[in-house]
């Protein structure tokens, strides 16, 4: 099945956002010698998209444009062991197993990122996603009050009239498994500011239940609307409703008759699912049995970007990705 033209419409705006930036990110990569990722890299470099800088020895055909680092000689290698040690001496980390762990492309790389030697990473082509967010989260760290690290991805439907020009968020879809109210209020609130960075349109946000402003009452239900309390409370300003159920967010005569006066029943862009479960099967019938085309998992919340990949990623994945990464700088 061929991609939806809101894919098409995703990447050439995302391509034409960066371009905009005013400076050239500089965007690592711990897998420094995976095909794929040499690949992307050059593909960046040759467009004058972004820096890649490459973990590794640099080869004697290294792409033009394409900066390689060198975890076993960096001189930055003592200033990052001494980083990590000061990060994470409070979990009986020893000054030795820092200077170690600093080392390793996945730690070496998000250090490069906590340092200010990059402005962001991407990784995960060559390693779980369990070790890859564990090294952002370590490394990096969140953003100032926030506590919950979270993904989101950026479903392109066949349908351009739903989501902005058929793209919608759905978070969270890989990280967080059971939130609860708070954790569902920062998962919303940082999916908005994604939405933001990433595609310039304001979001309007719906949490997402099997009830409707009350139709059914369960603890579940009680959670949602404890967790759009507490947004509100925090950004007033925000476009967010819920609990809702799927109709109701995006379809608008459905949102009229089950949510009237809401601003964002009928015409949600960015869904929040009660938990992982239901998040993460939803994105895949989606993709399935929808032909949507799914971007992601991006995360979300950390004090300086850093993206996960799929190890089944292609040089197209990492391409994509590394852009919705220099837009979070």
């Known amino acids: 099945m061929s991609l939806p033209p809101s894919a098409a419409w995703l990447l050439n705006d995302l391509v034409k ?159 967080i498994i059971d939130p609860n109210s708070v954790e569902l209020a920062e998962i919303a609130i940082a999916s908005a500011r994604t939405f933001q960075e990433l595609l310039g349109a304001e979001p309007h946000i719906a949490l997402l239940s099997f009830s409707t402003k009350g139709s059914a009452t369960h603890p579940f239900v009680e959670k949602i609307a404890e967790a759009v309390r507490i947004v509100r409370e925090r950004m007033p300003e925000m476009h967010i409703d819920g609990e809702m159920q799927a109709d109701a967010a995006l379809v608008a005569a459905v949102g009229q008759s089950k949510a009237p006066g809401s601003t964002v029943a009928g015409f949600a862009n960015t869904l929040i699912f009660p938990d992982v479960a239901s998040g993460n099967i939803g994105y895949k019938l989606v993709e399935r049995l929808g032909g949507a085309a799914a971007y992601g998992p991006f995360l979300q919340g950390l004090l300086k970007p850093a993206n996960d990949l799929s190890r089944g990623c292609s040089a197209g994945d990492i391409y994509s990705a590394a852009l919705v990464t220099a837009l979070q700088c």
């Open 17 to 175: 956002r960066v371009r905009a930036l005013p400076t050239k990110r500089r965007i690592v990569f711990p897998e420094g010698s995976d095909p794929r990722v040499v690949e992307a890299a050059a593909r960046l470099a040759s467009e004058g998209l972004v820096t890649p800088i490459l973990v590794g020895k640099k080869p004697a055909n290294a792409p033009e444009g394409v900066l390689y680092a060198d975890n076993e000689t960096c001189p930055r290698l003592k200033e990052y062991a001494a980083m990590y040690y000061e990060r994470r001496r409070a979990k009986s980390v020893t000054e030795v197993e820092a200077a170690q762990i600093a080392k390793r492309p996945l730690y070496y790389a998000t250090l490069m990122v906590a340092a200010g030697q990059a402005d962001g990473f991407v990784g995960g082509a060559a390693n779980t996603t369990g070790e890859t967010v564990r090294a952002a989260f370590h490394c990096i760290g969140t953003r100032p009050g926030v506590k919950t690290v979270s993904s989101v991805m950026l479903m392109c439907v066949r349908d351009s009239a739903l989501g902005h020009n058929g793209v919608l968020a759905f978070a969270d879809c890989a990280i």
